[in-house]
Nanobody, 119 residues
Framework: QVQIVESGGGLVQPGGTLKLSCKAS????????MAWYRQSPEKEREWVAS???????SYAESVKGRATIFRDNARKTVSLQMHNVIPEDTAVYYC?????????????WGKGAVVTVSS
């Protein structure tokens, strides 16, 4: 059984910093891509940032320059920090983990962490 558990988030003031972490555990053997997605009310889930097993990163335009994604392969964790948050960053943030090769393997999702940007 695999568990993907997010932590962090909560209430963040506009202009502040959002910090999220995610840990994978259980029968997960060869983590490939790790990523963060988010979903705002009445919107579809959107990709935020991702990082490969070799730590190559990519970001959505909406967060580029404000967000940093990083991972610890030994601890099977991925984290997201976002500076200068705005109300539009309010969403449920989901951790995504791909175990196995790019053309196969298994995708896992966390249950989500709520982030509210408000004063």
């Amino acid at each position: 059984q695999v568990q993907i558990v997010e932590s962090g988030g909560g209430l963040v003031q506009p202009g502040g910093t959002l910090k999220l972490s995610c840990k994978a555990s259980g029968r997960i053997f060869s983590i490939n891509e790790m990523a963060w997605y988010r979903q705002s009310p009445e919107k579809e889930r959107e990709w935020v940032a991702s990082i490969t097993s070799s730590s190559r990163t990519s970001y959505a335009e909406s967060v580029k320059g404000r967000a940093t994604i990083f991972r610890d392969n030994a601890r099977k964790t991925v984290s997201l920090q976002m500076h200068n948050v705005i109300p539009e960053d309010t969403a449920v943030y989901y951790c995504f983990v791909h175990d196995g090769p790019s053309g196969g393997g298994t995708d896992y999702w966390g249950k989500g962490a709520v982030v509210t940007v408000s004063s």
